[in-house]
C-alpha cells in the first residue's frame, strides 16, 4: 500500500476547467446546442453528467438514441467550433498555473496531459498558449477506449510517462475526471473551476483548490522533498 507520505513523481493534468478556466464556455455552447433540439440541459447537467466524457459517449446518451459515426461527427464539429469561437478571445492559463509547471520542470517532475477534448480544441488551447512543449505526454480521447470516469486515459499518461499511476498526482476539475484518476490509483487534487468542494471531494479528491498559487504543505512535501521547505 502506498504511504500518505509517499513521493509523488510525476503529474497528470486534465486540461479544460483545469490547466485553463474554460468550462462555461463549453457549458454554454452544449446549451445552446441541445435548446435547439428541445432538450432540457443545463450548465449544471452537463458538468455532473457529462464533462469528461468522450463525444461519441455524450452525443448518444444526451440524444437518447444510438448515433451513426457521421453523425456523431457532425454534431461533435458544430458544438466544439461554437466553443472554440466563445473561448477563444478568453484563452488564458489558470491562476498559478504558468508558476507551477515552471515548478515541475525546475525540480525535474515530467507532466503530462490527459484530456478528452478533440484535436481541435487542444490545438487551441496547447499552441494558443505555446505550451506544447511543456508536457512530455499528451494523451487525448482517441488513444484510449474509455472516456472518465473509466481509468483508461490517466493509466495511458502513466504509461507514457513510464511512472506506476500511484506516484502520479492528478489535476481535474470534472466530478467524472476525479474518479477516473482515483480509479487509476492517483493521488489527486480537484480544482473547484467546475464542481462544488464537497462533490470533488465526495468523488475522492484528496485535496480541493481554486487554482495553483499555494499547494497545501503536505502535497509541497510529497513533490518537491527538501526543496519544498
Same mark, same amino acid.
Given at each position: 500500500?502506498?504511504?500518505?507520505?509517499?513521493?509523488?513523481?510525476?503529474?497528470?493534468?486534465?486540461?479544460?476547467?483545469?490547466?485553463?478556466?474554460? $468550462? *462555461?464556455?463549453?457549458?454554454?455552447?452544449?446549451?445552446?446546442?441541445?435548446? %435547439?433540439?428541445?432538450?432540457?440541459?443545463?450548465?449544471?447537467?452537463?458538468?455532473?453528467?457529462?464533462a469528461g466524457k468522450k463525444n461519441e459517449e455524450i452525443i448518444p446518451e444526451? #440524444?437518447?438514441?444510438? +448515433?451513426?459515426?457521421?453523425?456523431?461527427?457532425r454534431i461533435a464539429e458544430e458544438k466544439e467550433s461554437h466553443y472554440r469561437?466563445?473561448?477563444?478571445?478568453?484563452?488564458?492559463?489558470?491562476?498559478?498555473?504558468?508558476?507551477? @509547471?515552471?515548478?515541475? *520542470?525546475?525540480?525535474?517532475?515530467?507532466?503530462? @496531459?490527459?484530456?478528452?477534448?478533440?484535436?481541435?480544441?487542444?490545438?487551441?488551447?496547447?499552441?494558443?498558449?505555446?505550451?506544447?512543449?511543456?508536457?512530455?505526454? @499528451?494523451?487525448?480521447?482517441?488513444?484510449?477506449?474509455?472516456? %472518465?470516469?473509466?481509468?483508461? @486515459?490517466? #493509466?495511458?499518461?502513466? %504509461?507514457?510517462?513510464? +511512472?506506476?499511476?500511484?506516484?502520479?498526482?492528478?489535476?481535474?476539475?470534472?466530478?467524472?475526471? +476525479? $474518479?477516473?484518476?482515483?480509479?487509476?490509483?492517483?493521488? +489527486?487534487?480537484?480544482?473547484?473551476?467546475?464542481?462544488?468542494?464537497?462533490?470533488?471531494?465526495?468523488?475522492?479528491?484528496?485535496?480541493?483548490?481554486?487554482?495553483? !498559487? !499555494?499547494?497545501?504543505?503536505e502535497l509541497e512535501q510529497r513533490l518537491f522533498g527538501a526543496a519544498a521547505?
Amino acid at each position: 500500500m502506498t504511504s500518505a507520505l509517499s513521493p509523488l513523481r510525476a503529474v497528470v493534468f486534465d486540461m479544460d476547467g483545469t490547466l485553463v478556466d474554460n $468550462m *462555461r464556455f463549453h457549458n454554454e455552447a452544449w446549451v445552446s446546442f441541445a435548446r %435547439k433540439l428541445g432538450l432540457p440541459l443545463t450548465a449544471e447537467d452537463f458538468q455532473s453528467r457529462y464533462a469528461g466524457k468522450k463525444n461519441e459517449e455524450i452525443i448518444p446518451e444526451l #440524444l437518447g438514441r444510438p +448515433v451513426a459515426p457521421d453523425e456523431v461527427e457532425r454534431i461533435a464539429e458544430e458544438k466544439e467550433s461554437h466553443y472554440r469561437t466563445l473561448y477563444r478571445p478568453h484563452l488564458q492559463l489558470h491562476r498559478g498555473a504558468e508558476a507551477f @509547471i515552471q515548478r515541475l *520542470r525546475d525540480a525535474r517532475c515530467p507532466a503530462a @496531459i490527459a484530456t478528452a477534448a478533440p484535436q481541435g480544441n487542444r490545438e487551441l488551447v496547447l499552441d494558443g498558449l505555446g505550451i506544447r512543449s511543456l508536457f512530455a505526454s @499528451i494523451v487525448g480521447a482517441e488513444q484510449v477506449a474509455r472516456g %472518465k470516469p473509466a481509468p483508461d @486515459i490517466f #493509466l495511458a499518461a502513466a %504509461k507514457a510517462l513510464g +511512472v506506476e499511476p500511484t506516484a502520479c498526482l492528478a489535476f481535474e476539475d470534472a466530478v467524472l475526471g +476525479v $474518479m477516473s484518476a482515483r480509479e487509476a490509483g492517483m493521488t +489527486v487534487v480537484g480544482l473547484t473551476t467546475g464542481a462544488p468542494e464537497a462533490d470533488l471531494r465526495q468523488a475522492g479528491a484528496h485535496w480541493v483548490l481554486q487554482d495553483f !498559487t !499555494t499547494l497545501p504543505p503536505e502535497l509541497e512535501q510529497r513533490l518537491f522533498g527538501a526543496a519544498a521547505r
